[in-house]
């Protein structure tokens, strides 16, 4: 089965700083996804950036990148220039690439952003 | 619809009652997901859906837990006998024919068992 780690229950970051959110999984497939989620209060699960394992490229979604290391099974998310909106609940989240396409979800990490 | 809609929002139920949680996913989608969030943890799966066909119930705790999907669009879960340990945000995600490159979620139900 597969597991996905996320070892800061909580994060801190000063508004217009940049921060790293760490995500490790454990695998025995080759083909799968990686995703990472923002959770609001509001409790909608959001989409913040995916990564497709066979890509090398690290993805990256405007302030939103990756560092993805496949030999390390480490997926880690930089958020660049935090505003005070990506405060949030993070989830990182792993997808096979066959089956039901059932998302397994790590802990998460509450980022908070400081003004 | 424009989004995932679940209702009620919020629910509260006594120990024993059973209840009903209802998703409408966005129109279209063939794929439906049931996830279970306790407080202070990730989602964990609970059942999937393609169009009417229930394909994976796997991650349902206990035989109380029944969902449905008849028409391949609205989806009810429901729960029997609701124990305390049932306390938790239960999401609802669809997503696309087009192979899953993204999962919708609705803002999901809370439900407390008192």
């Known amino acids: 089965a597969q597991t996905v780690t996320q070892s800061q229950p909580e994060m801190s970051v000063q508004e217009a700083e940049t921060v790293t959110l760490s995500c490790t999984y454990d695998t025995s497939e080759s083909d799968y996804y990686l995703f990472w989620y923002k959770q609001p209060p509001s409790r909608q699960m959001i989409l913040v950036i995916r990564?497709?394992?066979?890509?090398?490229q690290n993805a990256t979604e405007n302030r939103f990148s990756v560092n993805f290391q496949k030999a390390a099974k480490s997926f880690s998310l930089k958020i660049s220039d935090s505003q005070l909106g990506d405060a949030a609940m993070y989830f990182c989240a792993y997808r096979s690439g066959a089956g039901s396409y059932q998302l397994t979800f790590g802990k998460g990490t509450k980022l908070s952003v400081i003004p | 619809g424009a989004g995932v809609s679940q209702s009620p929002r919020y629910k509260v139920a006594k120990r024993g009652q059973d209840v009903a949680l209802r998703c409408d996913p966005i129109s279209g989608h063939v794929s439906l997901f049931w996830y279970q969030q306790a407080l202070g943890q990730g989602p964990e799966f609970l059942t999937y859906f393609q169009n009417e066909a229930q394909l994976d119930k796997s991650g349902l705790p206990s035989d109380r837990f029944f969902a449905e999907r008849p028409e391949g669009s609205v989806s009810t879960l429901k729960i029997q006998r609701t124990q305390q340990e049932d306390s938790a945000v239960y999401l609802c995600?669809?997503?696309?024919?087009?192979?899953?490159?993204?999962?919708?979620f609705g803002q999901g139900t809370r439900l407390t068992v008192v």
């Open positions: 995600a669809s997503s696309s024919p087009e192979g899953f490159t993204e999962a919708f």
């Open positions: 990564q497709e394992a066979y890509k090398q």
